[in-house]
């Protein structure tokens, strides 16, 4: 959503920034687990839980708007900006604002005025003193204009002021939304340039309009593809394969320290598929994590793969770990450099190196298939899986989009991250494909920008991007519906899982150390959305890794269907809806 983003891990996103529907019963945001923050985090928290005593009475909020639109100026009441945001309803001081917009504006704006962004304080204070916090604020502060009328004493910046308001909404009983902040406003008027905020609302009404309207296409679809009748097996239970879990150690090139890994190997006792004999090479899939988690948090996948006879390759990418993040929060670590976009797919191709030479004096790894491996990444590790199989970054796309993203408000978080590269010299190589990697499993993956369509057509193997639709940190529709329509490889395959979240497929990282968020903001448990990713992902790499054709009847949405554990349902497809064409923009028509 913001610039600064691009300097916080995975974990602090999932502490920002959350829209939950207008619907959403009040929920205690603030509540974090004991040793979480330490030190100046907890004098910070303190001062958050004063700002609640001292939010501004009633008489010092805004009570009137002035907007300027097309160089006329004029008042509305707050109160009429309430009855458009709980009822909908048009007020006659409101009418010209609605002549004036382009259609479908005035009911995105509502939308947008009731969502309701549950943020920890704490963190959100954190946030806000970063050294970009400024460029937050500003961007905001850009929706407003200097006001003429207000006390001349009153000396507080648009960034000052607006600060202020963000965090005492944050503690108030109604919490973060944009018609909240407006109450909160310490000022009798708050004056606005509407035209920046409907220009706001436009690009961003797809995430609460379209959406919709966008899955049950997609739902039509899958339905359409249907291929009775459906297979039997349950590739949600393990396979015949016990494992054992081995530690190693490697180095990747430009990396300070060591890089660690766990390798799940089944064992050749039991190397039994069935009535089959396995064949002579171990499959090999290599797994990455996302931004502030650690290699425990897809063990879960690693595991239900080894029990079918993949070896599993977990990795921990050092600066983007969790242990990281949790020196970072404590004072203790710089964020993550913008570097660490590239190294990621390179401790694949190191790890991959070691496993080479260790497999010519290590007859245990003698048998692993080191030309032919599989990925699988979560967020940031969907990513290093794409860049690693093949998809191109592309400069020359963000430095076309990322100048004008400093300037305006969008609600899609990843592309902070994203515009991360132009941080590194121009000059520096971008390559990240390693050929060896035959099949990517991208799961919640960023790539609107730092690939874009260019970037995402270089891409030759098989892919499935899985997606979930109630996602706000890589939102479905620009992250991985739109550009899923980009790739040309043979075989591609969408997996949407509704109801499902930017965390539903992070298993648990075997810490405590971890902010303790409302259940709401999760989405439903990862226990309900976890085993249809696992019988997915090991359909796919039978089919595309092992080259398994009878496992092409199980990528279908008969089989789909069976994976269902309510709330969570998923649809497969492997084109979009034609009725969802898209245009030179990137959006959905």
């Not at 991208?442 to 997606?467: C, K, Y």
């Not at 595309?544 to 709330?567: C, I, K, M």
């Amino acid at each position: 959503m913001m610039r600064l983003l691009r300097k916080l891990p995975q974990a602090s996103l999932r502490q920002f920034f959350l829209p939950t529907s207008p619907e959403s019963p009040q929920r205690d945001s603030t509540s974090v687990k004991a040793g979480k923050f330490t030190g100046a985090a907890k004098v910070v928290g303190s001062a958050i839980a004063g700002l609640a005593m001292l939010a501004p009475s009633p008489g010092l909020s805004a009570e009137v708007i002035n907007v300027t639109l097309r160089s006329i100026s004029f008042d509305i009441p707050l109160s009429d900006l309430e009855l458009l945001a709980d009822q909908g309803k048009v007020s006659t001081n409101l009418s010209f604002v609605e002549i004036a917009s382009q259609p479908g504006q005035i009911e995105s704006l509502r939308a947008l005025l009731r969502t309701r962004f549950d943020l920890n304080p704490t963190a959100l204070s954190q946030f806000l003193a970063l050294p970009e916090g400024d460029i937050l604020l500003a961007r905001i502060g850009s929706l407003l204009l200097d006001d003429a009328a207000s006390d001349a004493t009153d000396t507080s910046s648009n960034a000052e002021l607006l600060q202020e308001t963000i965090l005492t909404a944050s503690v108030h009983r109604d919490g973060l939304s944009l018609i909240n902040l407006v109450r909160q406003y310490p000022r009798e008027r708050l004056v606005l340039d509407v035209g920046q905020v409907l220009a706001l609302v436009s690009e961003n009404s797809d995430f609460y309009i379209r959406r919709p309207e966008i899955i049950r296409a997609i739902q039509d679809q899958a339905n359409l593809d249907r291929i009775p009748p459906s297979p039997q097996a349950d590739l949600t239970q393990n396979g015949p394969f016990t494992w054992r879990k081995q530690p190693l150690t490697f180095r990747t090139p430009g990396r300070p320290s060591f890089s660690f890994a766990d390798l799940y190997l089944p064992q050749p006792a039991n190397r039994k598929l069935g009535n089959r004999q396995v064949e002579a090479k171990t499959p090999l899939v290599i797994l990455s994590h996302g931004l502030g988690s650690n290699r425990r948090t897809l063990a879960y996948l690693a595991e239900h793969l080894a029990s079918y006879g993949y070896a599993g390759l977990v990795l921990e990418h050092s600066e983007t770990s969790s242990d990281r993040f949790n020196r970072f929060l404590s004072g203790m670590a710089a964020p993550p450099s913008a570097s660490e976009l590239l190294l990621r797919p390179k401790d694949i191709s190191a790890a991959l190196d070691h496993l080479t030479e260790r497999a010519k004096h290590n007859p245990n790894l003698a048998g692993l298939d080191l030309a032919n491996v599989g990925i699988a990444g979560q967020s940031l590790g969907a990513y290093t899986a794409l860049a690693t199989g093949g998809a191109q970054i592309n400069r020359a796309q963000l430095e076309s989009y990322c100048p004008e993203e400093i300037s305006r408000f969008t609600l899609n978080i990843s592309i902070p991250l994203q515009c991360r590269i132009l941080d590194l010299p121009s000059e520096t190589d971008l390559t990240t494909q390693d050929t060896r990697i035959k099949a990517v499993l991208a799961i919640n993956p960023l790539t609107s920008q730092i690939f874009g369509q260019a970037g995402i057509e270089r891409l030759d193997v098989p892919v499935m991007v899985v997606s979930s639709s109630d996602d706000y940190v890589a939102p479905a529709l620009p992250e991985q519906l739109q550009p899923f329509s980009w790739f040309r490889t043979t075989h591609k395959y969408l997996l949407l899982a509704h109801k499902g979240t930017h965390f539903s497929f992070i298993g648990d990282d075997g810490t405590n150390e971890v902010v303790a968020l409302p259940e709401g903001l999760l989405g439903p448990s990862g226990k309900l959305a976890q085993p249809g990713l696992q019988a997915m992902g090991l359909a796919f790499f039978n089919r595309h890794l092992r080259g398994n054709a009878e496992y092409s009847a199980y990528l279908n949405q008969t089989y789909v269907d069976s994976l269902r554990r309510s709330p969570i349902d998923y649809s497969l497809v492997e084109d979009l809806p034609a009725s969802l064409a898209l245009n030179s923009e990137n959006e959905v028509q």
